[in-house]
T-cell receptor, first 112, second 114 residues
Framework: QKEVEQNSGPLSVPEGAIASLNCTYS??????FFWYRQYSGKSPELIMF????GDKEDGRFTAQLNKASQYVSLLIRDSQPSDSATYLC????????????FGTGTRLLVSP | NAGVMQNPRHLVRRRGQEARLRCSPM?????VYWYRQLPEEGLKFMVY????????ESGMPKERFSAEFPKEGPSILRIQQVVRGDSAAYFC????????????FGPGTRLTVL
């Protein structure tokens, strides 16, 4: 079992729709959870982090965490073509420093 | 405030040569992480360094790979006797202090081994 799992996609949504990206993790001791966006050929860019159960909103983005189910998600409202990218879920394991374990990413395609 | 800098951005090496990748963290950051991204794969942790110390190198291959972060100058990831399987994007990230929430990634070095 992979430590952090994501559906590779692509996830296709029309412009203006809500995109829902999901991630599961295996280590119950995980403390912090991150969503990064990566455009092709570019470096990862942090979108959001969350470490408490529930929702965290930042503009068009909402991160949701359910530690009991070991599940974290990212919702993108009013999706734009510029949101088309690969979204990486990352988990900081309970090791005393922030070693990030990444999923393989979900490719999102937003069509005009 | 300048971001994390990496050079070179692209590096081509023939099998058996050495590759040396450099990472200059953001100003005031003393913690550096190196990650490797193989084609069509996620990023994999390689090593975590502070100035003059390797804190965790559990993700580094046992042979041919080494990393340092000297008191002065950039962090360096060195790959000796490169093989085609080393072809990947290598990213470094810096962090101001332990236990903070954000790692800032550099633009990466794309290594191609011929």
């Amino acid at each position: 079992q992979k430590e952090v799992e994501q559906n590779s996609g692509p996830l296709s949504v029309p412009e203006g729709a809500i995109a829902s990206l999901n991630c599961t993790y295996s280590d119950r001791g995980s403390q912090s959870f991150f969503w990064y966006r990566q455009y092709s050929g570019k470096s990862p860019e942090l979108i959001m982090f969350i470490y408490s159960n529930g929702d965290k909103e930042d503009g068009r983005f909402t991160a949701q965490l359910n530690k009991a189910s070991q599940y974290v998600s990212l919702l993108i409202r009013d999706s734009q073509p510029s949101d088309s990218a690969t979204y990486l879920c990352a988990v900081a394991m309970n090791t005393g420093f922030q070693k990030l374990v990444f999923g393989t990413g979900t490719r999102l395609l937003v069509s005009p | 405030n300048a971001g994390v800098m990496q050079n070179p951005r692209h590096l081509v090496r023939r099998r058996g040569q050495e590759a040396r990748l450099r990472c200059s963290p953001m100003k005031g950051h003393s913690h550096v992480y190196w990650y490797r991204q193989l084609p069509e794969e996620g990023l994999k942790f390689m090593v975590y360094l502070q100035k003059e110390n390797i804190i965790d190198e559990s993700g580094m291959p046992k042979e041919r790979f080494s990393a340092e972060f000297p008191k002065e100058g950039p962090s360096i990831l060195r790959i000796q006797q490169v093989v085609r399987g080393d072809s990947a994007a290598y990213f470094c990230a810096s962090q101001p202090q332990r236990r903070t929430d954000t790692q800032y990634f550099g633009p990466g070095t794309r290594l191609t081994v011929l």
